[in-house]
């Protein structure tokens, strides 16, 4: 069903990504619910693909987004940290936000200081009280080196591919903690990896993606 559930409505895109069995965590569905991806993207938001944002960037299909929310539920209760790499548009922060309500706390990190300002509008205008009450934060910079100013998170979500094990965001990850990344070059997957309590890691493919890289600010590339 993955590419196959595209709505009119935000609520109907929910409905079919739950009817296709790419959702089914409460917390999830209400998050996307909750978080209208039309306050994020004007260019189809409700279609079940990727679409551009400018920039040369894209915001990922609805399913890799359910798929990724699904992933990674355990580790966005209540009051948990989580850091998205390649933020883009806002809208996977704002789901994660919502996910660990009012005592949780998500950062957004963009390499494109436009998109990043252009997210950070976005939630002001349509979620005052994330940013006022800094449940949610948008900072501009590397999202190869992820964010040490808040380190360790929780869980990671990399909206963009990195060409190998991306050692340096997993040392940003709790124990216990979980990471949801891309991972190759020329063939990609995506990569689940879970640090126990005592900081081992393991890691899991789930299935084969295309994603653009984590790259540089000027050559406009974004998960």
Known sequence: ???MCSGKTNDELVNNLVKGQIISAPQVISAMRAVDRAHFTKCDPYADSPQGIGF??????????????EELQQFLQPGMCALDVGSGSGYL????????????????????????????AALQAHYPEWIDSRRVEIVTGDGRKG???????????????????????????MA???????????????VVYDKDARGNITEEMLMGVRYVPLTDAPAYNSG
């Open 1 to 3: 069903m993955a590419w």
């Open 93 to 120: 922060t704002a789901c994660m936000a919502k996910m660990v309500g009012s005592s949780g706390y998500v950062v957004g990190v963009e390499h494109i200081s436009e998109l990043a300002e252009q997210s950070r």
């Open 176 to 190: 216990p903690g979980r990471m949801f990344v891309p991972v190759g070059s020329g063939i990609q997957y995506i």
């Open 56 to 69: 040369g960037a894209t915001i990922s299909a609805p399913h890799m987004h359910g798929y990724a929310l």
């Open 147 to 173: 964010y040490i100013n808040e380190a360790p998170y929780d869980c990671i979500h990399v909206g963009a591919a990195s060409p190998v094990k991306p050692v340096e965001l997993l040392a940003q990850l």
